[in-house]
């Protein structure tokens, strides 16, 4: 964490990751909280409360606006991360990076276990059309303004590309930690090694989709790529069942080497721009 030695205060970026947190913790304590263990409210609804909780990053970003970017417009703010032409072909390259890094493993799981694939997914009780609603109003909506939007811009102004985006993961994967601590505690969740193995998993995951939405981001800066990214992202997840530490362990492998792909493309583009544009000798 930066902190300035010299008025000891933190700078605003990481007054905006701590009050994002709270705001998300108690969001989830209090709002959740109530609709499970009080009114014990059907799936659907607690599946509601839950795509609302994830806007805590952009309600905080809006709360917090004016410390942030002072003498900036707030609606040109958000428009700057929508002014580019969107690209379609690095949507439909994020799109496979993500599904091919999360259905491989399943595959693999399958022919080990002989299970059928279909096995590993189930609708929850509820239409997918509503499911695509609810995983898009969720997170990639509801999170990344804040996130790959302001957060960032914030990092990559302060720490070279990898450190931007490794710091950006782990913050990203840290913020959900209450969700951990709520399965855990409440709904009666793994612990011991299992639950390490998917800490773990989460950190590395989350920290190689940052990776692949800020390569991307660098090629076409439009925020539709990160929210896409994200919605394909929670569409498998939130439909996966009957899986375990095997899948954890797999999912973190293959999205560690996605991760390592993308960054050596980045890398390698750089190394390209930088040959075209030296100085010709005299």
Request: include cysteine; aromatic fraction near 14%; glycine fraction near 6%.
């Given at each position: 964490m930066v902190i300035n030695c010299n008025n000891k205060k933190l700078s605003p970026m990481w007054k905006y990751v701590i009050f994002s947190y709270l705001l998300f913790w108690i969001m989830v304590m209090v709002l959740g909280?109530?609709?499970?263990?009080?009114?014990?409210?059907?799936?659907?609804?607690?599946?509601?409360?839950?795509?609302?909780?994830?806007?805590?990053?952009?309600?905080?970003?809006?709360?917090?606006?004016?410390?942030?970017?002072?003498?900036?417009?707030?609606?040109?703010?958000?428009?700057s991360f929508f002014s580019e032409k969107i690209r379609f072909d690095l949507m439909?390259?994020?799109?496979f990076a993500i599904v091919l890094s999360s259905i491989i493993p399943l595959f693999l799981i399958s022919v080990i276990r002989q299970q059928p694939f279909t096995s590993f997914f189930s609708l929850f009780g509820y239409a997918l059309p509503i499911s695509v609603l609810l995983s898009l109003f969720a997170g990639p909506l509801?999170?990344?303004?804040?996130?790959?939007?302001?957060?960032?811009?914030?990092?990559?102004?302060?720490?070279?590309?990898?450190?931007?985006?490794?710091f950006g993961g782990i913050i990203w994967a840290l913020w959900h930690s209450v969700l951990w601590f709520v399965d855990v505690v409440f709904m009666g969740g793994s612990t011991g090694w299992p639950l390490v193995l998917f800490i773990i998993s989460n950190v590395v995951v989350m920290t190689s989709i940052v990776i692949i939405m800020n390569v991307i981001l660098q090629k076409n800066n439009h925020l539709l790529q990160s929210i896409w990214i994200h919605l394909c992202f929670n569409l498998i997840y939130v439909h996966l069942t009957n899986f375990d530490t095997l899948y954890f362990a797999l999912i973190t492998i293959t999205y560690t080497i996605t991760g390592v792909l993308f960054l050596l493309n980045y890398y390698k583009n750089i190394h390209k721009e930088n040959k075209t544009n030296k100085p010709l000798s005299k």
């Open positions: 909280g109530s609709a499970a263990m009080i009114f014990n409210a059907p799936p659907i609804v607690q599946r509601i409360v839950q795509a609302f909780c994830a806007w805590a990053p952009t309600f905080a970003f809006l709360i917090l606006f004016k410390k942030l970017k002072p003498n900036t417009n707030l609606k040109d703010y958000i428009k439909l390259i994020g799109s509801g999170e990344e303004l804040g996130w790959r939007g302001y957060l960032r811009n914030e990092l990559n102004n302060k720490y070279s590309f990898i450190k931007a985006s490794i």
